[in-house]
């Protein structure tokens, strides 16, 4: 009798299981939470049940709920198989929390129960990526590529790590791998597309883009990944496909300024001055202070010049200071082919990106605190007058009252016009 008991109640389980993973398969994460809930009420806390809250938990993106429910679940289940299960989907959830030492507990606990060996390891390799431990990233990776080849993931985190090394022939064959696997995979079709445009191999470029910009879903991706054809495009001679790839960017992203300012770049290669700065003026309109997008003071300067009006030309261009963005939008950081070069020898220091290394956004400084960046900056020249031959100068930032971090200092290559700013 009671052997007939469990196996019924056994198979209420496996049913419920089933009608749960169904849900979830069709996205209804809240329909499945609600099954798991009654699940628990009317069978008790069965460990697959356990597992599959925390589990719905990260996938709503519910990460408090899903630490909650695996803490729950630990408390209640004994085997290491499961448990181990349960770590790795709070490790998930506290990566994305962006508390990485707990993160990196709970993997490391997890690969100890052995039972989520796989998922634990990809996952530490993540937290260690994101710590900059590459080295302890790149031996979880290989462990988790030995035991299972045909998953993209580990490739793809691989890659970027390769990427940021600098190390881009290893990069490309990760990413490409990783597209081959999962060719869904949105930012590893990106990041090598990037690669192949930097190698100038332009037409493998192009038809690695093509899924992306057609059919993409992240405009995170799809929109640099437009911007990135249009330029090939430009590059190809091929102005009209150049504009409607810069449209796509903007459709993507209609409230940031680069698929206008590719668009502009699109116009003045086509010649058309006036279609360039009608699309200037809409980028300028999608940001607070003009200088955060440097780029528009030479588009404009070149549409001045179609137009014979090179005196406002060479004034727009003197305006200008830093370095350009759009490139960094289209190549990312490790790849950006403008990265240290001014648009304006005179002007190289980016006030405007130092004030986002030092508070993450300029509008977060202190009241006052770029016009005494901008005092310090204007007696560079003079130093550099005042000390022939000298590599580089190295000037005391402003440190206002109120900030926690130590003063910085701002360091001047004199020989390539580099600015920079060192903690």
């Not at 798991?36 to 938990?57: C, F, N, P, Y």
């Not at 030479?298 to 490139?327: F, H, M, N």
Request: negative net charge; glycine residues 6%; proline residues 5%.
């Amino acid at each position: 009798m009671v052997e007939s008991e469990e196996r019924e109640s056994a198979s209420r389980l496996e049913e419920t299981i089933s009608e749960i993973d169904e849900l979830i398969a069709e996205g209804d994460l809240d329909g499945a939470r609600e099954a798991i809930d009654g699940a628990l009420q009317a069978q008790g806390t069965a460990g697959e049940l356990l597992l599959l809250r925390a589990e719905v938990a990260l996938e709503s993106e519910e990460y408090g709920e899903c630490v909650s429910a695996a803490e729950d679940g630990l408390s209640k289940i004994e085997d290491d198989e499961t448990a181990a299960q349960l770590l790795a989907l709070a490790g998930y959830a506290r990566f994305y929390l962006d508390e990485l030492d707990e993160a990196r507990a709970s993997f490391n606990e997890a690969v100890k129960r052995g039972g989520a060996f796989w998922s634990a390891l990809v996952g530490r390799a993540m937290v260690h990526e994101d710590l900059l431990f590459f080295r302890a990233a790149m031996l979880d990776l290989d462990r988790a590529i030995e035991l299972d080849d045909q998953e993209a993931q580990p490739f793809a985190i691989r890659g970027s790590i390769y990427l940021r090394r600098g190390e881009l022939e290893s990069a490309s064959g990760d990413f490409s791998h990783a597209i081959t696997l999962d060719p869904e995979d949105e930012e590893s079709r990106l990041n090598l597309a990037r690669l192949l445009a930097i190698d100038q191999q332009t037409s493998e470029a192009v038809e690695t883009l093509e899924p992306l910009v057609e059919e993409g879903e992240d405009p995170e991706f799809v929109m640099p990944a437009a911007l990135l054809r249009s330029q090939l495009s430009l590059m190809l001679g091929s102005t009209d496909a150049a504009s409607e790839d810069a449209q796509v960017a903007i459709d993507v992203a209609p409230d940031q300024p680069w698929g206008y300012l590719q668009l502009a770049a699109s116009h003045l290669t086509a010649m058309n001055a006036g279609d360039a700065i009608a699309a200037l003026k809409e980028a300028e309109d999608r940001v607070d202070d003009l200088r955060d997008i440097p780029d528009v003071f030479v588009l404009r300067a070149s549409a001045y010049e179609q137009l014979d009006k090179p005196e406002k030309a060479q004034q727009l261009r003197q305006e200008a200071e830093g370095t350009a963005r759009l490139p960094l939008i289209v190549y990312g950081e490790w790849l950006n082919p403008a990265q240290n070069i001014p648009i304006n020898p005179s002007k190289p220091v980016d006030v405007r990106r130092l004030l986002s290394q030092i508070f993450g956004d300029p509008a977060n400084a202190p009241e006052g605190y770029e016009e005494a960046v901008r005092e310090v900056i204007s007696q560079v020249p003079k130093m550099i007058q005042d000390n022939p031959g000298v590599g580089q100068i190295r000037v005391e930032l402003p440190h206002f009252e109120g900030m926690d971090e130590a003063p910085r200092s701002l360091v001047v290559q004199v020989g390539n016009k580099k600015g920079a700013a060192d903690a």
